[in-house]
Structure formats: C-alpha cells, structure tokens
C-alpha cells in the first residue's frame, strides 16, 4: 500500500465551480503538506503548503488538513481554464525525512470554458 | 537567473546503452535530488544529495549512478539503460532539508529505452 493515496482523475468542471482535490495517507509522522501544480510537459511547482493541521488560504487556493483522519484537501474556488493541470500532494514529516517527499500521483483537473 | 536546468529534453536509448543527464541550479542551493514520474506512481525519489562532494540513494536506486562534483551541478547516470527506465526524470533542488522549504523543479527529461 502507498504511503500517499490520490485519486488521478480526470477531474473535469465547468468554468467557475469549485474544484474539491484530496489526498489520504499512512504515516501518522508526517507534519508538512504540500500541494504542487504540473501543467502538461513542465515541472511541478509549489502552490501551497501548512504544517500540521488546520486550514490556510491564499487567493482562491485553500488546503486544509486533517490529521485525525490523514486526510488533506484543495480547493479551487471560481476555478478557470488556466487552472487545468495535474495537482500533486506532498508530505513529509520526522527529522529523518526532512526534505524527502513523499508524493501522490497525483489528479489531473480540466478547467472547461 | 535560470532556476534548475536540466539537459537533454529528450532521449531515446536502446537497451544497454548508457548515458548521463545533467542537472544544474543557479539557486546556490545546498539539497538536489533525482526524482522519475511514472504515470500512477508519482514521483519517486532515486537519489539526493546533501550539499557538493555528498550522494545518498532515495526511493529507487537501482540502475542509476550520481555524482554532485560541482554544488551547481546533479549528474544522474544510466549505466546499462533497460525498458523499465523508460520515465521521465526530473531534478529538483532547494536551499535546505526542512520540511517547509521549497523544492524547486527542472522542466522534466523524458526518456525513453527501446
């Protein structure tokens, strides 16, 4: 079983819905939690991230955290046609994992005109 | 200021031939590493390094080589390339291992062995 369970999708909503993206995981351990954007053919990129549980907003970007349940989510609000592409969780955790990153597969989302 | 640069794009090998990519950073980051993408697999770590002269193996080592001879530059090395290492390969760097610092991407090398 994968530390990092996410669904891949695809995702596909109408211009201006909210897009609802979460991942599961394993490792009581992990404390940061990442979120990064991939568009088609680049590199991922860091969108947000929190440490331990509770909510952070930026824009129209929120992730929250669930630790009790290890359980994260995204959420896209008033999404556009820029925000199509693949969204990938990240965490990691103890001293021992530092900067080592434990990956999902990550959800492609397609953003419809 | 380029960020991290990886080279080449694009590669198509036949089984056992080698080859090396080259990623570089201009970030004066401390931390690289090595990462494949394998459609439903994520990113999997293969290989890091701490800062220059150090290499130390992640996730999937098997099958590639590195050295970090300069602190700009991560060379990941296919000796004897197989089907399975068909991917595409990203480097990342960042400043340091903490857990909030950010990881910074290359554009991807895809990679393909016949």
């Known amino acids: 079983q994968k530390e990092v369970e996410q669904d891949p999708g695809p995702l596909s909503v109408p211009e201006g819905a909210i897009v609802s993206l979460n991942c599961t995981y394993s490792n009581s351990a992990f404390q940061y939690f990442m979120w990064y954007r991939q568009y088609s053919r680049k590199g991922p990129e860091l969108l947000m991230y929190t440490y331990s549980s509770g909510n952070k907003e930026d824009g129209r970007f929120t992730a929250q955290v669930d630790k009790s349940s290890k359980y994260i989510s995204l959420f896209i609000r008033d999404s556009q046609p820029s925000d199509s592409a693949t969204y990938l969780c990240a965490m990691s955790g103890s001293t021992d994992s530092w900067g080592k990153l434990q990956f999902g597969a990550g959800t492609q989302v397609v953003v419809t005109p | 200021n380029a960020g991290v640069t990886q080279t080449p794009k694009f590669r198509v090998l036949k089984t056992g031939q080698s080859m090396t990519l080259l990623c570089a950073q201009d970030m004066n980051h401390e931390y690289m590493y090595w990462y494949r993408q394998d459609p439903g697999m994520g990113l999997r770590l293969i290989h890091y390094?701490?800062?220059?002269?150090?290499?130390a193996k992640g996730e999937v080592p098997d099958g590639y080589n590195v050295s970090r001879l300069k602190k700009q530059n991560f060379l990941l090395g296919l000796e004897s390339a197989a089907p399975s290492q068909t991917s595409v390969y990203f480097c990342?760097?960042?400043?340091?291992?903490?857990?909030?610092?950010?990881?910074?991407f290359g554009p991807g090398t895809r990679l393909t062995v016949l």
């Open positions: 990342a760097s960042s400043y340091s291992g903490q857990g909030t610092d950010t990881q910074y």
């Open positions: 390094s701490v800062g220059e002269g150090t290499t």
